[in-house]
């Protein structure tokens, strides 16, 4: 399992804050002199904190945000079955590598490939991609329970 890296937790309490913020910034628009302000605030305030309190309870449950499973690569919420899972490589965005990019096998859609991992996440772009290319034909070992290793990507030679 893949914890959320330090920019995820970064990028999350940013999100938290601009929420938080903008729903206070609504409440405090509305006018004091108005009798549909004073039942309007309480309503706006629960459910700013009915929001807020949802978006920090999915974060919270959710910390391992990729894993390996028996079934398939779980990446947030969403599941990719392996045995859709094609080619893996490296995910480029601006120039740089940023996420392991999934070739589905059978394309469902007109969506482009998934991408998994990425900034958000506390693991290489070439450890995932190493780990995924070795459990893509066994994933019945990560059924097991225990813990397992993958192996660790190749090292280049230094002239080559």
């Not at 914890?3 to 938290?16: F, H, P």
């Not at 120039?95 to 490939?113: E, I, M, T, Y």
């Not at 290319?133 to 070992?141: G, L």
Request: positive net charge; contains cysteine; aromatic residues 6%.
């Amino acid at each position: 399992m893949a914890r959320r890296s330090l920019a995820g937790w970064v990028d999350l309490v940013t999100d938290m804050l601009v929420a938080t913020a903008s729903g206070a910034g609504l409440i405090l628009m509305l006018p004091d002199d108005q009798l549909w302000a004073d039942v309007a605030r309480p309503v706006l305030l629960v459910g700013v904190a009915a929001i807020v309190g949802c978006f920090a309870y999915g974060a919270a449950r959710f910390t391992g945000r990729l894993a390996l499973t028996a079934s398939g690569i779980r990446h947030g919420r969403r599941v990719y079955d392996w045995t859709n899972i094609d080619l893996v490589g490296p995910h480029k965005r601006d120039g740089r590598v940023d996420g392991v990019r999934l070739r589905p096998a059978k394309w469902l859609s007109l969506q482009p490939a998934p991408v998994v991992g990425g900034r958000d996440t506390a693991v290489p772009e070439e450890r995932l991609i190493t780990a995924i290319e070795h459990y893509r034909s066994r994933p019945e070992v990560l059924a097991v329970g225990l813990p397992v290793t993958a192996p660790e990507p190749a090292v280049e030679p230094a002239g080559g």
